[in-house]
């Protein structure tokens, strides 16, 4: 977990030495991009719910997120995109994420999808539900 926040962290202070861009997201891209975010946040909740039970890890999943917004709103500035569609995916992220109680009671399909998906092992190697929102397609299409 920690070198996933370390890569982050300096891909964000790449990204703040880069000149943002004139032009304004185009509206089909604009739309790939909230779709990811929505696809993110779904992946994001069962990665809350196969990790609920983990109370060292617990407290860095909501870190990631945030992290993962952050860094993703400065690759979205650095492409040009204006307030509002900044606002827009924040809006994506956060009101599609659903918390879940340490306490929560079995979900079996969540629990079948959380032996497919390998919630902690896919945060730690940033693939499959664990894989950050920036490093994402169509994110690519926005990198310098």
Known sequence: MRKTLLAALAFSFMLTALPARADKLDAPLFEAILATARSYAADRNLVFY?????????????????????????????????????????????????????????????????????AENALAKLTGVGKPLFMR??????KP
């Open 50 to 118: 196969c990790l609920r039970k983990n109370d060292d890890m617990r407290p860095f999943l909501y870190a990631a997120v945030h992290l993962d917004i952050a860094y993703t709103m400065q690759l979205l500035r650095t492409a040009g995109a204006d307030d509002r569609q900044r606002a827009q995916l924040i809006e994506a992220v956060l009101a599609n994420i659903r918390p879940v109680e340490p306490k929560a009671a079995e979900d079996p399909a969540l629990t079948r999808q959380c032996a497919g998906a390998d």
């Open 137 to 142: 397609p169509p994110f690519e299409k926005l």
